[in-house]
């Protein structure tokens, strides 16, 4: 099959001969019907055997800490590919359960002839992938459809540093920045009728009670809106505004890219069309989020202190014992019950607003850092907190930046000092330097929730 999907960034999980029967598309990192290589290699695949294809979706009830307010952004934006894919006369079939389980069941039942999965590094989608690998004997075929390279291919082992990721970055953007064909619409009807009863998703979902976020509109369609927005009104002065928590400099498309929403990709080649230098951007959506790729698929420690380079590792151990001046339960950080009022403020950003300001999360867990009896303690902290309360939580982009912040990850040794050792500080009057602390704590002393 000549395919219009890159081969480089498809990878073969079992690879049996294709059968004859329907083509299974297992959406889960990719909640998106345009600009997703993973839905487009399943119609392909589907064209070339004259069969119908199929999109499904398995919903796992207490997923890494979530929270009811990430489930229901997520909910919505499913709704919308359920639309969108009907009007392509594509089905898409909501499961309820473990995926491991109820993907190879779906895929009896309607007598599938290929199973094709996005992609994504973390150790929960590997358990499934392997689990529905154990159970089907059909072909079954991954593709990284949230990286504009695919990340088995822009390194061959976990890299120390963006210094060290940026340049094979940059050597390979030219090859994977082509445009997306268009999804066909489906002209073979599924057998049997399809119908989803969103009701039970709602009903099912086992999270935690988290206030709902209504400044951001879930969805395909938003985000498209909101990336449109962000390169007209906001990319001129990217670099300028976008670590100053008092400007709205950032893009806000984390949720939708953490969801799969938005294609980075399609994020990019816009931003490279226009007439604004986009090289910060790039940095950040290419370089960074993709190096926190690269990390959690190299290293299966990404969400403990095994994972932080060596000489970090060693620096927090000799600073251990370390006094503490301030020490805070998980409970005082949750409540934002700190000394600290720009920390403080910071929590509420993320309590209320489900979206902490980028540059004040780096603050944010190196003060967890300061004021844990252990550098596991505050890992733990940091990432329980930011993935039950962020929208764009639960990410490779999250265990990447609280290693950073934590545990030097992809950062260099500074000079040595208290509980820190050589990890990089920041301090309160670094930030005051920054942005204006007391103009931030009054915005956001504002915002009830
Ligand atoms: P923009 O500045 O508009 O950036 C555009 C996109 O570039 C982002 O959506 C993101 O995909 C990428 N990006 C930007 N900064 C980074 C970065 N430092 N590392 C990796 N990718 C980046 N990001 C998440 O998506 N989920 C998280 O849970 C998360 N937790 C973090 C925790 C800590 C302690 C730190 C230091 C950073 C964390 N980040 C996380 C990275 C970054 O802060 C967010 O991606 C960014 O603030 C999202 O807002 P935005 O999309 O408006 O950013
Ligand atoms: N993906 C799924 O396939 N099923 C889920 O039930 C599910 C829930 C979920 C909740 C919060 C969240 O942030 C992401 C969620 N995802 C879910 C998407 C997740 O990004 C993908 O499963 C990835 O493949 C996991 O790495």
Redesign the pocket.
């Known amino acids: 099959m000549t395919s219009l999907v890159d081969a480089k960034r498809v990878r073969i999980l079992s690879e049996l001969s294709l059968k004859n029967g329907p083509v299974v598309y297992w959406m889960s990192r990719d909640q998106r019907v345009n600009d997703n290589w993973a839905l487009l290699y399943a119609q392909e695949l589907a064209i070339s055997k004259d069969a119908p294809l199929a999109a499904v979706f398995c919903l796992w009830p207490q997923f890494l800490g979530a929270g009811s307010r990430q489930y229901h952004f997520m909910l919505a934006g499913l709704r919308e590919v359920e639309r969108s894919l009907t009007q392509l006369g594509i089905p898409f079939c909501l499961l309820h359960g473990d995926p491991g389980a109820e993907i190879p069941q779906f895929l009896e039942d309607c007598g599938a002839g290929a199973l094709v999965s996005d992609f994504s590094p973390l150790r929960i989608s590997r358990g499934w992938k392997n689990a529905i690998a154990a159970r089907i004997a059909l072909p079954f075929y991954e593709v990284d459809a949230h990286n504009v390279i695919p990340c088995w291919h822009a390194s061959a082992k976990q890299e120390w540093a963006a210094y060290s990721f940026r340049p094979k970055v940059h050597r390979l953007l030219s090859q994977f920045l082509v445009d997306f064909p268009a999804i066909k619409r489906q002209e073979i009807r599924w057998p049997g009728e399809v119908e989803n009863d969103w009701k039970r998703a709602e009903k099912g979902i086992e999270a935690e009670a988290v206030p709902e976020v209504n400044w951001l509109v879930p969805g395909e369609a938003a985000a498209r809106a909101i990336l449109e927005d962000?390169l007209s009104r906001k990319l001129p002065g990217?670099d300028l505004n976008?670590n100053d928590p008092i400007k709205d400099?950032?893009?806000?498309?984390?949720p939708y890219?953490?969801f799969g929403q938005i294609s980075?990709q399609r994020a990019a080649m816009q931003a490279l069309s226009g007439p604004t230098d986009a090289s910060a951007?790039l940095e950040?959506?290419v370089v960074?989020?993709e190096?926190?790729e690269n990390f959690c698929y190299f290293n299966p420690d990404y969400d403990s202190i095994n994972s932080f380079p060596g000489w970090a590792k060693e620096t927090l151990r000799v600073h251990q014992k370390d006094r503490r001046e301030h020490l805070y339960s998980l409970r005082e950080l949750e409540t934002a019950k700190t000394h600290d009022d720009l920390w403080n403020a910071a929590q509420k950003e993320m309590l209320c607003r489900g979206?902490?300001?980028?540059y004040l999360?780096?603050y944010?867990?190196k003060k967890i850092l300061e004021w844990s009896e252990s550098p596991a303690d505050a890992l733990h902290a940091?990432i329980y907190l930011?993935?039950k309360y962020?929208l764009?939580?639960?990410?490779p982009?999250?265990y990447?930046?609280?290693a950073?912040?934590i545990g030097g990850l992809h950062d260099r040794a500074w000079k040595e000092r208290e509980i820190f050792g050589k990890v990089r500080y920041m301090s309160y009057n670094g930030s005051r330097s920054k942005f204006n602390v007391p103009a931030y704590v009054k915005k956001i002393g504002a915002l009830s929730c």
Request: net charge positive; charged share 25%; hydrophobic share 40%.
């Open positions: 962000f990217y976008r400099g950032q893009s806000n498309l984390s890219l953490h980075a951007f950040e959506l960074r989020r190096l926190a979206k902490m300001h980028g999360r780096m944010w867990a940091a930011n993935d962020e764009d939580g639960r990410d982009n999250g990447a930046g609280i950073w912040s």
